[in-house]
Structures are given as structure tokens and as C-alpha cells.
């Protein structure tokens, strides 16, 4: 079967700013399909430009054979689109805001009536369906917002941080939703999000994307197995290259490096982030064996009289991973 999706180095600019600089990848009919990065990574430029809400600087994709140049009229049948800022008419109901949004599909009468009731029970809120959505939670109204998105039947559903600003309940509804519709109605869906642990609960591949770039794209499975046996990320003063030689030589480790530092500094922290005294490298240690390794990095710190400023022990998962590509947590 083609891919649902195939996107052809898009790129989108703002003057000499890049926010998208040429990104490409494939998802498949039936993925979950995860797009994982920080704020201002890009995400949402690109589901934007994919969704016809932007036009993209250069570059193009295809969605379900149809070009998002040409034939965005057939695209938008195929794409249903969760954005990440809430868009309903707070006096109106979940079902009259509903009603509006098939309308703009062109549905009507009994069809566009089953449609509605069949969405308000996907997200779970029949039984509310006619209060008003100024009086929801967050989390209500978030759901909405997904119906929303469902209304037309679409075969690949991008949702934008759907979680965000939501309580633990509608949260645990909403993922299971978007398994029900990838389960049962085969509907691909791209999911973006900054919380590494959603990604890795409902998708097979993720796309890891910062500073609008995909730097990694494959299985979970994949992604970890990079971290190989583990890392252990030390902050040492004033490492040189000896040291590093020294610490890879150890039983366990596989390489010691300094490092990525963050190109961005958190504001808070800007001040003492650039005073000069403070001259903390941070090694990162792959390992073969991260526990053998960590018996034997102690010995040594020990031995050579070393001064540690902080120590950690990265478990695999894909914010490991992100820490491991970037030198960067994905939450600062
Ligand atoms: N209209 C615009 N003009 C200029 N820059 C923009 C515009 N819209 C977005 N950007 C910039 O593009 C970059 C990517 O933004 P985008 O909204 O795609 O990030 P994101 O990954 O969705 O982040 P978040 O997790 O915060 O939603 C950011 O640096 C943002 O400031
Ligand atoms: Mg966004």
C-alpha cells in the first residue's frame, strides 16, 4: 500500500528565519505516527503546511497520492486537523459546535446527525453533548476539539498537543480514542507532543525533531537501542583530552566525550549560565555495561581526586535519547 503521507523537503521561512528547513518523511496507512520535540521546534509549521493552513517557502507532500500544491481540495477530505489552540464557540453546545463544523464539510441532515452523535461518543461526552462549552473542563473542551477534527471522516487525523493543559482523566480518554481509531477505523494519525512518555505509549515510529530539523526518525525500539548499554552524564572542572582518553580506556565504557552544550540557555538562568568562573564540562559516557561502568568511573574519580558537579544515568527512553542527540532536555 502507498504511503498515506510523503513529505518532499518542506521547508517554510520568515525572512532569513528557518523555522522548517527541508524536512522529509514517510508515514504509512495505519501508523501512529509520532512528531516529538520542544517548543519551537516546528511542529506545528508542519502539520500547518500539510493542512493547507500555511503555504509552505518551498518544497511539497503528498497525501493519499494528492499534492498539497494542486489538489488541497482532495487532501482536506483525506486530513482531519486537531489544532493545538482551542477554536469552538464557548455559548454554543459540544453538539451545535459540531453541527457547525460538519456544515463547513458540506454534511447535512441525518448524515451530518449520526456523524455528530458518532464523534461525541468516540471522545465519550454523549451524555454532556448539550451543555454549553463554556461550562467544560479544560479536558472536555479539548475533546471537543478532537471530535471536531473527526467529524468528516477523515483517514489521517493530525493531532497537535492534544494533552496539553489537561487533567489526568481526559488525558487517559483522549489516548484511548486515538487507539480506538487506529484500531478499529484504520485511520492514521500523527501526533505531535513534547511529553516523550505519550509518544512512546501510542506510536510505532517517532519523528524527533528540534530546531526544525528531524534528527532522528525510526521505531522506539530503534531510537533506544542507539543509547547502546546506557550513558552516564558527569559533570566534571576543566576536562582535557587526556581525561577523556583515560575515562573511555575504563572497564565498561565504550566512549567518553564532552558533551553538546545547550546553544540555548534558559532565561533564568542567563546571568550565571555566562559567568566565566564556572567552568563545569559535562562528559557524556557511553557504555557497554553503564553498571560495571559506573564501579569503575567511581574508582577513578576517587583515585585522581576529581571533583564531580552533578552525575547522571540516563534510562533508555526517548528522552535519553533526545539528551543524547541535542546535549538538551526536551522540558527545560
Ligand atoms: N508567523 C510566524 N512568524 C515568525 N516565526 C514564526 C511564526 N510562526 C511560528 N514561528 C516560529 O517558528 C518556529 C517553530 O514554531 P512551531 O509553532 O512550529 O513550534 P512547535 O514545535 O509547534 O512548538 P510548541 O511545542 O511550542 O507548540 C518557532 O521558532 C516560532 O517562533
Ligand atoms: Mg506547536
Redesign the pocket.
Known sequence: MPPILEVDHLV?K??D?E??KGISFTVDEGEIFGLL????????????MLTGVIEPTSGTAKIGGYDIHTDMDEVKKINGLVP?DLALYPTLSARSNLNFFGRIYGLGGKELKERVADVLNVVALTERADQAVEKYSGGMKRRVNIAAGLVHQPRLLFL??PTVGVDPQSRNQIFESVQQLNRERDMSIIY?S?YMEEVELLCNRVAI?DE?EIIALDTIKNLIAMLGGGVIQIGLTQVDETTLAELTALQGVQQASLAPQPTTLPAEDDQEALEPERKHDMVKIECEDSQQALVSLISYLNENDLNISSMEILEPNLESVFLHLTGKKLRE
Do not use: L, M, R, W
Not at 37 to 48: D, H, L, M, V, W
Open positions: 517554510k520568515y525572512g528565519f523555522a522548517v520535540g520542544p517548543n519551537g521546534a516546528g511542529k506545528t509549521q508542519t502539520i500547518s493545538q497537535d498537543e505531535t513534547h525533531i526544525g
